[in-house]
Antibody, heavy 124, light 107 residues
């Protein structure tokens, strides 16, 4: 069973770059055909998809954040990462990493597996 | 972006009650819809995928239906452990988008 764990600084200063890592265990990040996503949730609010990277390395980003987001993968460490530049207080949120899966019929099940989340606060 | 409108935003029901939440998409999304349960301080947990398929290990009192633009999530007999916020989410088009959530409380 795949497990995901987010890590990174809990406090980032305004205008700086937020950097988070998702460490994958129970599966190789380079095997299979999966989308590895980042999703965030401001306190007391709803969920926002940030972007994803496919096993092949191709990426898709939310247009609302695209100019500031980079998602990359490090297969040697079995990790994928998020960088969000020029942060403001509006970027304060719990950040989750997630992965899809497949059901018994072979259908892709999106966002089937989630990390526990990590709180990032943007403040000087 | 596809807008997902959930209603109600909150509800209060008694243990054993039938609870229904609706989700409306701003355009046709076929059956590309997930439902999640999120408890305070926890990550969302997938309950239903492809609008009506129960995720492995999820109790059968949870169910989903619908296609196109209108979807329904039902708890047939509310249990105390079902207290949570529930979200719908479409994955027909990028970016995937979520509904605003429905907070379910016990009366």
């Amino acid at each position: 069973q795949v497990q995901l764990q987010e890590s990174g600084p809990g406090l980032v200063k305004p205008s700086q770059t937020l950097s988070l890592t998702c460490t994958v265990s129970g599966d190789s990040i380079s095997s299979g055909s999966y989308y590895w996503s980042w999703i965030r949730q401001p306190a007391g609010k709803g969920l926002e998809w940030i972007g994803r990277i496919y096993t092949s390395g191709s990426t898709n980003y939310n247009p609302s954040l695209k100019s500031r987001v980079t998602i990359s993968v490090d297969t040697s460490k079995n990790q994928f990462s998020l960088k969000l530049s020029s942060v403001t207080a509006a970027d304060t949120a719990v950040y989750y990493c997630a992965r899809d899966g497949y059901d018994s019929s072979g259908r892709r099940v999106y966002f089937q597996h989630w990390g526990q989340g990590t709180l990032v606060t943007v403040s000087s | 972006d596809i807008q997902m409108t959930q209603s109600p935003s909150s509800l209060s029901a008694s243990v054993g009650d039938r609870v229904t939440i609706t989700c409306q998409a701003s355009q046709d999304i076929s059956n590309y819809l997930n439902w999640y349960q999120q408890k305070p301080g926890k990550a969302p947990k997938l309950l239903i995928y492809d609008a009506s398929n129960l995720e492995t290990g999820v109790p059968s009192r949870f169910s989903g239906s619908g296609s196109g633009t209108d979807f329904t999530f039902t708890i047939t007999s509310l249990q105390p452990e079902d207290i949570a916020t529930y979200y719908c989410q479409q994955y027909d088009n990028l970016p995937p988008t979520f509904g605003g959530g429905t907070k379910v409380e016990i009366k």
